[in-house]
């Protein structure tokens, strides 16, 4: 791995409708660019991603999302519209931060949700990719989500009837990302920070696949575990913002590039078959399943995996 860096520039992009986006670079100034696609829907850019990126070939840009991280407004406060957050949005900030840098065409590097944001950026301006490296590989859909949130009751059945109480009794078992979504914007502030906790809890569960997994020290903290809870059931609510199976239905329009789909064989957040499948359609595309490894872009088999995909993508 690389050594992980600080940044040499930071700057806000200033977007419609009060957004005020937080970005910043690490490596070459002059160098290639790459754009790290943070996960979520709720999370934020991290400096640790530096380590996968040779600094000496690549221009590394992280931004956090609308509503995270230093992007202002913060989506943990209930007073914050959710209207203009979507996935539409999000591709459209990437495209605004691409041409305020000066950007022609960049790499993508994306994790979990992030490889969601990173097909559906892509489809839609393939002109301005060199290739896509995904990690935890995920499309989205309305399968997918109920795979999280209904399904995955099977592995962990205590764990999600606590869950599944802790939405309301008059919550659809089904459709637990709208119910959350309610009592995240709720005005009682009691309610709002015992849905986020109760939410933070369940997704520290199903990624607890591998020997020795410890929780997640970000859901330590209340402000994080709110502006986390509030986006990511504002999106799973919302089917990702996507039409049904809307990136493997478009998938033909970057299949012309070059991709590294990597997945930890016991992810069962994001199960193998979806990378697999996206794989096999995808003639450029080169799948590394780490077998040991999980629903993380933390394992080592994974970051390596990652650097390894970067450092091939060296020579486009």
């Not at 203009?84 to 691409?98: P, S, V």
């Not at 979504?181 to 709002?192: E, G, M, N, Q």
Request: hydrophobic fraction near 35%; proline fraction near 8%.
């Amino acid at each position: 791995m690389h050594p992980i860096t600080t940044p040499h520039t930071t700057g806000t992009l200033t977007r419609p409708h009060g957004q005020h986006l937080h970005w910043q670079e690490h490596g070459n100034p002059h160098g290639t660019p790459l754009l790290g696609i943070h996960g979520g829907p709720g999370a934020h850019s991290n400096p640790r991603w530096s380590q996968l990126a040779d600094p000496h070939h690549y221009r590394l840009i992280l931004i956090d999302q609308r509503g995270t991280g230093a992007s202002t407004p913060n989506a943990a406060h209930p007073h914050t519209d959710l209207t203009h957050n979507t996935t539409g949005h999000l591709i459209a900030d990437f495209e605004a931060l691409r041409t305020h840098l000066n950007i022609d065409r960049w790499h993508l590097l994306g994790a979990s949700w992030g490889t969601c944001l990173a097909l559906a950026y892509a489809q839609t301006h393939p002109h301005h990719i060199h290739s896509l490296t995904l990690l935890a590989v995920n499309t989205g859909t309305r399968r997918e989500i109920e795979w999280i949130t209904h399904d995955m009751r099977r592995v962990f059945p205590h764990q999600w009837e606590e869950f599944r109480a802790a939405a309301g009794p008059d919550a659809d078992p089904r459709r637990l990302p709208t119910a959350y979504s309610r009592l995240l914007a709720h005005p009682d502030p009691t309610i709002r920070h015992d849905a986020a906790l109760a939410w933070c809890r369940w997704e520290d569960t199903h990624v607890a696949t591998t020997p020795g997994h410890t929780p997640d020290p970000r859901f330590d903290d209340p402000a994080f575990r709110a502006t986390f809870a509030r986006l990511v059931t504002h999106y799973w609510a919302n089917d990702c913002f996507l039409e049904p199976d809307q990136l493997t239905r478009d998938l033909h329009r970057i299949t012309h590039l070059p991709a590294t789909l990597i997945n930890g064989r016991l992810d069962i957040s994001g199960p193998s078959d979806i990378a697999h499948d996206l794989a096999a359609s995808w003639p450029g595309a080169h799948l590394v399943i780490v077998d040991n490894a999980g629903h993380t872009s933390d394992h080592h088999g994974v970051g390596q995996a990652a650097k390894d995909s970067l450092d091939r993508m060296r020579t486009l």
